[in-house]
């Protein structure tokens, strides 16, 4: 299996688990849904809106990379490891640049001064079991996609009939009684086989 395959599925799962980790800290710090709404407005958070959408469309790739996994399998191609490092480097370094853009963006400057938000601490501890379950998702869904690959290059081809339909109630009805096209043709209950 093909190395970007492995990420393409990886890579949506880290993005919904470091999400989810960041709304937890904002629901941990800010218990109050207007006090929580206006903290994220004022530190840049208005693209939130979209979020849904750019997930949907990441797991739709994670969804096309898993079928693609599957048919490499079927083929026979060795299946590639996640490496669960890269989880747990990947999964707080993209907290700290999205809290940090999210604010520069806000501000129209470079805003370092995004690690002393009250939220930032407790996002960045969180980072690391939602990385951990998105590993174990991911491991979990290749795992399956292999698995379904190997089931399916193993079946065998369906059988295929030894005589063309169109002959078959000639044969049933033995090889000297002959049956009329038009009787064929016709709805009712089945015709007399004569031995």
């Known amino acids: 299996m093909r190395r970007s395959l492995t990420w393409l599925v990886a890579l949506p799962l880290l993005l919904a688990g470091s999400q989810a980790a960041h709304v937890l800290a904002y629901q941990l710090v800010y218990p109050g849904v207007h006090v929580r709404t206006h903290a994220l407005l004022v530190s840049g958070h208005g693209y ?7 997930l949907g469309i990441a797991c739709g790739i994670a969804l096309v990379a898993l079928a693609v996994a599957a048919i490499d399998a079927a ?3 060795p299946a590639r490891a996640l490496p669960p490092w890269a989880f747990a480097l990947l999964a707080p370094v993209a907290f700290v640049l999205q809290e940090v853009l999210e604010l520069s963006f806000h501000s129209g400057t470079l805003a370092w001064q995004a690690a002393t938000a009250p939220t930032f601490l407790p996002g960045l501890l969180l980072q690391l079991p939602f990385a951990l379950l998105a590993w174990l998702a991911a491991r979990m869904l290749l795992r399956a996609a292999v698995t379904a690959g190997r089931k399916l290059a193993a079946q065998p081809p369906a059988p295929r009939p030894l005589l063309p339909p169109a002959t078959l109630p000639a044969v049933v009805a033995g090889p000297h009684a002959r049956v009329p096209a038009h009787r064929l043709a016709t709805r009712g209950p089945p015709l007399p086989v004569a031995v």
């Open 48 to 54: 939130l809106d979209r979020l849904p959408l750019v």
């Open 75 to 77: 083929r026979g191609r």
